[in-house]
Nanobody, 125 residues
Framework: QVQLVQSGGGSVQAGGSLTLSCVASGYIYELNCMGWARQTPGKEREGIAS????????YYADSVKGRFTISRDTTRNTVSLQMTNLKPEDTGTYYCAYIMGRFCDRVPLNEYSTWGQGSPVIVSS
């Protein structure tokens, strides 16, 4: 069974930066996807970035493209999300997610199988 433990997040003023990290433990299938989703006030959970180990491809939601960067360290089974130029509308709880399988890049992020505990991000104007 895979477990995800997140770290990072916090409070920052608009225009600032934060980094989230997530460490996966347990049996990690070689071909997998890890990513980040967020729950912002008044909105449904939104998948914002993912990384596919088979070809190192990445996905970004339009809302974060150009501002957020996802990275993987497969030797340490970690995934990080570097967030820059943060906006008040980025405020919410951010979740790390994992799913195994060769075609996981075709799975919507909200359907990933394993989730971290969540990290609050607060961006003040």
């Amino acid at each position: 069974q895979v477990q995800l433990v997140q770290s990072g997040g916090g409070s920052v003023q608009a225009g600032g930066s934060l980094t989230l990290s997530c460490v996966a433990s347990g049996y990690i299938y070689e071909l997998n996807c890890m990513g980040w989703a967020r729950q912002t006030p008044g909105k449904e959970r939104e998948g914002i970035a993912s990384f596919y180990t088979d070809d190192n491809s990445t996905y970004y939601a339009d809302s974060v493209k150009g501002r957020f960067t996802i990275s993987r360290d497969t030797t340490r089974n970690t995934v990080s999300l570097q967030m820059t130029n943060l906006k008040p509308e980025d405020t919410g709880t951010y979740y790390c997610a994992y799913i195994m399988g060769r075609f996981c890049d075709r799975v919507p992020l909200n359907e990933y199988s394993t989730w971290g505990q969540g990290s609050p991000v607060i961006v003040s104007s």
